[in-house]
C-alpha cells in the first residue's frame, strides 16, 4: 500500500517561499506520476502541479505557473513543490498524490493521496 506524507507547509508573508516534501514509501514511486493538489475551506480541491513518471514532463495550473515547480527525486521517493512569490490567494492545504487515470489535471486520476499539510500566506 501506497504511503505519502507531506511536510514543509507553514505560515509566510505575501512574497515570501516554501517548499513542500512529499515521501513516498510502499510502492515503485518511479512508476507513477503524482501532482499537487490544493484545498482551501469551502473550496473543491484544485489541481496545482504534476508531473510525469517516465520523462519528468511538468504541468502547472494557470494561477502558479511561473511561481511554482514541481520536481523529484525517484531515488529518494521524495516529491517537491517549489513556491515563489506567495500569495494569501495560495492559502490551503496541500496535498500530494499518485496518478493511476488519464486527466493529469483531474483529482478523479489521482489514487493515492496524503495527508496534507498546511500553507498559509499573510498580507
Known amino acids: 500500500q501506497v504511503q505519502l506524507v507531506e511536510s514543509g507547509g507553514g505560515m509566510v508573508q505575501a512574497g515570501g517561499s516554501l517548499r513542500l516534501s512529499c515521501a513516498a514509501s510502499g510502492g515503485t514511486f518511479a512508476s507513477y506520476g503524482m501532482g499537487w493538489f490544493r484545498q482551501a475551506p469551502g473550496n473543491e480541491r484544485e489541481f496545482v502541479a504534476a508531473?510525469?513518471?517516465?520523462?519528468?514532463?511538468?504541468y502547472y495550473s494557470d494561477s502558479v505557473k511561473g511561481r511554482f515547480t514541481i520536481s523529484r527525486d525517484n531515488a529518494e521517493d521524495m516529491l517537491y513543490l517549489q513556491m515563489n512569490g506567495l500569495k494569501p490567494g495560495d492559502t490551503a492545504v496541500y496535498y500530494c498524490?499518485?496518478?493511476?487515470?488519464?486527466?493529469?489535471?483531474?483529482?478523479?486520476?489521482?489514487?493515492?493521496w496524503g495527508q496534507g499539510t498546511q500553507v498559509t500566506v499573510s498580507s
Open positions: 498524490a499518485t496518478r493511476n487515470g488519464f486527466l493529469v489535471r483531474s483529482a478523479a486520476s489521482y489514487n493515492h
Open positions: 508531473i510525469t513518471w517516465r520523462d519528468d514532463i511538468t
